[in-house]
């Protein structure tokens, strides 16, 4: 009956021999490597870092003047313009100026290395069957793991700061534009494609001149959701030394200072609206001739 | 003009789809039909020993049901598909032979294509869309321009060059679709039914376009329709496929005249036959009692308002000056009957 009732597990020191011996390993990979792979990463902690400072040095005004005329560039909306100008006034009136810029600082890095990585991973996805059946299963775990999981190799290697912090968010942040790219990459019409084809042109000149603006639509949504994605990962990667907005939401909720959490927390909501309402209004303007027009 | 001059030869030409066409290619080889091949291997059979040699600077007409293999076999003649047996031959080079390099090459300056659904770049503009034949091949800019405006104004596209093709109608967006095909200067036209989604009266514009076009340009044109009026109005030539197989080649006079089988019989029998038929495929020896002299060209629906007119029974044939002979009002009534109605004496009509 025992048998049946408790699990025949391996036993306590069969396993604590495993997980000892994995620990182990992982531990002398990363005192031998650790270092090697923390000079990799190097030139990004500059680059993060410097685009840092950058956003914090330079006067407010012309901050909230960029920010209003990318809302424009993209958007043609006077209306986020101004919610845009808004918001950022009232944030920096709270108090929450610097947390912001380096939380914005971390987005756009993060953003800029998914776009990197992720788009030649979706391409590479939508030309080759093999490659997105490895690389499907891959992208689930890394959405549907905790993050905390791979937070702890990451940090044992890296140790605490702004490098880890990127990292995990990029993990987060990732699968939804590879997803996407490799899917408007194969929604691409096969006549047009045969088109391309007819008229000679090679597989570079299908790439850049049929498949990609043909899959850019869906290339921003995936942008988008990143960025979305992102966003939501601030508070976590603060727990591994991120400066930012995040930072304040986890004193508030250590301390239990209501106003403090929500006020930062709603300082992030809205960088996110933003984000998702421009860069999706760019997406729409982007595919404005595809669809609708009307013959004179 | 008209020499012997073949652009295009197609040799024993076979394209089994399926998992594994060369396994099953020697039982089409053998005879075995479509249906046969369906049920027994699970292949398709798309061309079953295709052999035509399409003449040069003509119109070429490919024919058939849907299914019946005529997109198939017009991709092969630039690679699209590859053949499963037989040979492609298009200016006495084997097409199969070439490297990837050499066929795009081929594909760049030698033939180009319309399609059924214009296939334009939602993303470029009308006369970018033009001009995409010249990007490939690295045109320099102005050049490019140039050459891309001229053929957008020769379909009557001029002014609508900033346009997007969304916002073009059918008729003016296939009319994009020409251009770019004609802007490679390529000297074969391949139209996969490049006017069967378009109405009726801008189909008949359409094929007005090619023809005017043609007049000038002489080039080698493989159209594929399912349409016979559009056959008759356009072909030089005519090749009528079924299940795979290439059932009658021939002018339209000939198709018309002495269909193949019933396959070919049931399709012309719909047909306006006066419309198509021309005096010179029923002129016979002999004079006309008449003084009337009509070329023999002449449909015989005009032909008969002729000798209404005139209150004649008969008319002279000549061409290019001379006589060749005389057709009478009978000849021609005979000519309009429906041929099944002179073969199947059963139900013959009183
Ligand atoms: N890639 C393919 N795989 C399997 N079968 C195919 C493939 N392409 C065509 N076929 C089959 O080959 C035959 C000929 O097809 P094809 O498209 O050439 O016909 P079609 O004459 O152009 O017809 P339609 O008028 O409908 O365009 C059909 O039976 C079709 O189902
Ligand atoms: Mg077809």
């Known amino acids: 009956m025992d048998f049946l009732t408790t699990f025949p597990d391996i036993g306590r020191q069969n396993l604590r021999d495993i997980k000892k011996s994995v620990d182990a390993t992982f531990k002398d990979f990363s005192r031998s490597y650790g270092e090697g792979i923390e000079d990799f990463f190097y030139p990004l902690l500059k680059f993060l870092v410097f685009f840092e400072k950058l956003l914090i040095n330079t006067p407010w005004p012309i901050i909230i003047a960029v920010l209003a005329g990318l809302a424009w560039l993209g958007s043609r909306n006077w209306k986020l313009v101004t919610g845009t100008i808004i918001s950022f006034i009232i944030i920096g009136a709270l108090g929450m100026w610097k947390d912001t810029m380096a939380t914005l600082a971390i987005i756009s890095v993060a953003t800029l290395v998914c776009i990197a990585v992720g788009i030649p991973f979706g391409i590479w996805m939508a030309k080759s069957d093999r490659m997105q059946s490895i690389i499907t299963p891959v992208l689930d775990i890394m959405q549907t793991i905790p993050s905390f999981v791979y937070l702890i190799p990451v940090v044992m290697l890296l140790g605490l700061g702004k490098v880890p912090g990127l990292l995990a968010v990029c993990v987060y942040a990732l699968p939804p534009l590879v997803r996407l790219t490799n899917l408007g990459i194969r929604l691409v019409d096969r006549e047009i494609l045969e088109a391309a084809d007819a008229f000679g042109a090679n597989p570079r000149q299908k790439l850049f001149g049929v498949q990609i603006p043909l899959a850019l639509p869906n290339i921003f949504a995936g942008i988008n959701q990143t960025i979305m994605m992102a966003l939501a990962m601030v508070v976590i990667a603060s727990m591994i030394g991120v400066k930012g907005l995040g930072v304040p939401v986890l004193q508030a909720v250590q301390n239990q200072y209501l106003a403090l959490g929500l006020m930062n927390g709603l300082a992030i909501v809205a960088l996110a609206i933003i984000f998702d309402r421009v860069s999706q209004q760019y997406g729409k303007r982007l595919q404005k001739h595809r669809e609708g027009g009307h013959h004179e | ?350």
């Open chain 2, 1 to 350: 003009m008209s020499n012997n001059e073949i652009k295009v030869e197609i040799k024993n030409l076979y394209k089994i789809f399926g998992r594994n066409p060369q396994k099953h290619l020697e039982k089409a080889q053998n005879g075995m039909g479509k249906s046969e091949l369906m049920e027994k291997t699970a292949h398709v059979m798309g061309l079953c020993d295709v052999n035509i040699k399409i003449p040069a600077r003509g119109i070429q007409v490919i024919m058939g049901l849907s299914g019946s293999g005529k997109s198939t076999l017009i991709r092969h003649i630039n690679r699209l598909i590859e053949p499963t047996a037989g040979e492609i031959i298009v200016d006495g080079v084997d097409v199969l032979a070439m490297s990837q390099d050499e066929l795009r090459d081929f594909r760049r300056k030698k033939a180009s294509m319309v399609f059924q659904k214009f296939a334009l770049l939602p993303h470029r503009t009308v006369i970018q869309n033009v001009a995409y034949g010249l990007d490939i091949q690295n045109v320099p800019e102005e050049e490019k321009h140039q050459r891309s405006m001229k053929w957008l104004e020769r379909v009557g596209l001029g002014g609508f060059e900033d346009n997007y093709p969304s916002q073009l109608s059918g008729g003016m967006q296939q009319r994009v679709g020409l251009a770019r095909a004609l802007a490679t200067d390529a000297d074969i036209l391949l139209m996969d039914e490049a006017f069967s989604a378009l109405d009726p009266l801008i189909r008949t514009d359409m094929q007005d376009i090619l023809l005017k076009l043609q007049e000038e340009l002489h080039k080698t044109i493989i159209f594929i329709t399912h349409d016979l009026d559009e056959a008759l109005r356009i072909g030089d030539n005519i090749a009528i496929l079924r299940d795979g197989s290439i059932v009658q080649q021939g002018t339209p006079q000939e198709i018309v005249l002495k269909p193949a089988d019933d396959y070919v019989a049931d399709f012309i029998k719909d047909i306006n036959r006066s419309r198509v038929l021309q005096l010179g495929s029923i002129t016979h020896d002999g004079k006309a009692e008449s003084n009337i002299i009509l070329e023999r060209s002449t449909t015989i629906e005009d032909a008969i308002q002729s000798l209404r007119k005139a209150n004649a029974n008969d008319a002279n044939v000549i061409h290019e000056g001379n006589s060749i002979g005389v057709v009478t009002l009978n000849d021609m009534l005979g000519a309009i009957e429906r041929p099944d109605a002179t073969n199947t004496g059963e139900n013959a009509y009183s």
